[in-house]
């Protein structure tokens, strides 16, 4: 039940150290606070470990990745790992850059993380070395579509396999799987596309819900995809005449702001495969 | 009267130097802007003394420091302790990691700040290496409440006392104390803490009270707090169904830009002590 | 016909690369998404020149620029150089500070820009070596008025002739020049201003309207004052009651993200001098 997900995340909150990009980090640390979660922020070698041994869960994310902050990152989540705490990576821009492909290659080779989000293009990267991408944005003809569902499942399982981290393709279609269960959810709106960083913040949220959640990682996962695709409907029903992609972001962090646990049961469309 | 801090500062403008984290830099400038002040953020080591000799004040904040902001912090701190001008220190995260708290204790020991502001958590690490921190926001067993009240201000005159800088210690009820006097304020709402920055937002608006206001510093310093929390009552009484943290946010702000002197005036509610 | 400009960028896009100050980020990529465009952001000398590669534009602002991102920034614009890609320069604080002076004076001598945009401080700065700033916003005793509109459109023809780029000059009064037509721009609020980051999230939206307009690179530049400025003037009269800057910088992407060529062309004031 997805509604336990969210009520224990409410419940109990969940502390989340951020080594992520400069870009949408403001809107990350408002989204955390608005899920009963709370955000720190932390990049220098010298303060990462530590700032990750007193949270719950750390999320990885490469969109602005420099040579001071990647051995953050991997600091950090050998620490993190170390003491058991939920990791996510979030490859933004994974096929983009050799050091962003390398990057996230290499902190999989040395960190488990128990979820990696992100959009096809880039999970095709991390998986098989041959997605495209269009700078951070996935490229179309990688769509995750009716007609390519099925093959991408199979492809999300048998990647979830090898890695033993839960997988979020996110998209028009979301999928959320392990080795052999995936959510299909159709949450969301086409709109949130074009506001900067709601995968970013998806990514955040995700981390929260696996750490008020370890009992239940891949439901706690869905969880969150669906959270923040009924935030963004809900959000989309509040917009005005004449509001744009700025006032869209806001009302969907408010959107999870006033979310519960009934409320996502009732909103969120998924099925498992 | 609080009244002339703020129409002071309306009158004669402040150009604060932000010296500040990645993460609510951009509420920090927008604040400034809506005071009547100006922002410039500089934290390179070869443009942040130079950035601060054009400025009237400086504010540090230690939220996201690495080692290469660190440096220029102390370099930016000496030329405006040189230069007269005002520098306030926004402790966050002291008490949570080592490099954060080494460094708060390290800046006070070679600059003069004119003010610190920071969580009771916060607080007390510089003060006596004692407070406990959740990441970034103050311990629950820290809080001010009217039990502990009497003994927060005695704490707080004698840091102040010992320091030679005004002490700001803000969350529910909000103390700003030199070493004789303490204001003892109750403006604000609590819902301002599932907002990421207004801690941050209140310290470089703090810097410009003080700029604006160098005969007055401790009113000044309060007027900042009040005027702040008040913000926060406004913007309360703004939100409509369905908003929460993010529209929130704006709206503080907001309520910020449209303040003057008389409405500061008549909606602060302190104590003097 | 300013019309086109807009109709091309809607229709073909236009991902820009973005270096660029940790201020006003967020809102210069959501500008950018609300325009029809696409950010990317990366900055770190090993990143830089290859995500300038998949890009069409390149942006530079300086900001707040360091020793590890003013690397990036000749790196990225050399190769953006030789790949023949649209590149900016947006020189903030130029003036201010000997390092951002220095480092202006430098990146214009070793790339070519397609387009250099300030307030008259900055250009003047660039140009002579004595403007005056007040930080990063022009100094009162710089402004362009009426009075001194004549000799400064005669200085950015002659700054646009001696550098072979568009001088894009904005304040009260724009002003868009190449060495023998200037666009005289007088869209825009003053209350915009007030808001940190419309010059760069004008500067971005600019790169990405000469991407998309490769032939007609002044008409271009200048359709995005227009649009920016109208998008200022659209908005303020959305603004209701206890509304500031921060909902009205809100308020101005919102704009951008609805309006369209027809509308741009319609509300455009200029004449060509």
């Not at 719950?56 to 602005?64: D, P």
């Not at 990688?142 to 093959?151: G, K, N, P, S």
């Not at 959320?176 to 949450?187: M, P, T």
Request: hydrophobic fraction near 45%.
């Amino acid at each position: 039940m997805l509604k336990e997900r969210f009520d224990h995340l409410r419940a109990d909150g969940a502390l989340v150290h951020n080594i992520t990009n400069y870009v949408t980090v403001n809107d990350v640390a408002n989204v955390l606070l608005a899920c009963g979660g709370s955000p720190i922020m932390a990049d220098d070698i010298d303060d990462a470990p530590e700032i990750t041994a007193i949270c719950g869960g750390l999320a990885i994310n490469i969109g602005t990745l420099n040579k001071n902050t990647i051995p953050s990152m991997f600091a950090a989540g050998k620490k993190a790992n170390e003491l058991g705490h939920k990791v996510l990576l979030d490859p933004v821009g994974a096929g983009a850059s050799t050091i962003r492909t390398q990057t996230a290659y290499k902190l999989m080779d040395e960190i488990h993380f128990d979820a990696i989000r992100g959009n096809i293009s880039e999970i095709k990267t991390l998986a098989t070395g041959e997605g495209t991408t269009k700078g951070v944005d996935a490229d179309v003809a990688d769509a995750v579509t009716e007609e390519t569902l099925e093959q991408t499942i199979e492809f999300a399982k048998a990647f979830a396999a090898k890695t033993g981290s839960i997988i979020a393709i996110t998209g028009a279609i979301d999928l959320v799987a392990d080795e052999s269960k995936c959510y299909v959810i159709r949450n969301g709106r086409p709109e949130m596309g074009l506001i900067t960083g709601t995968g970013c913040q998806l990514s955040a949220l995700m981390c929260a819900f696996l750490v008020a959640n370890p009992e239940e990682p891949l439901e706690a996962a869905a969880a969150a995809v669906c959270a923040m695709g009924l935030a963004g409907e809900i959000a989309y029903a509040r917009l005005e005449e004449g509001d744009g992609n700025a006032t869209y972001r806001n009302k969907i962090i408010d959107a999870i702001y006033n979310m519960d646990g009934a409320q996502l049961e009732e909103g969120a469309k998924y099925e498992i495969r």
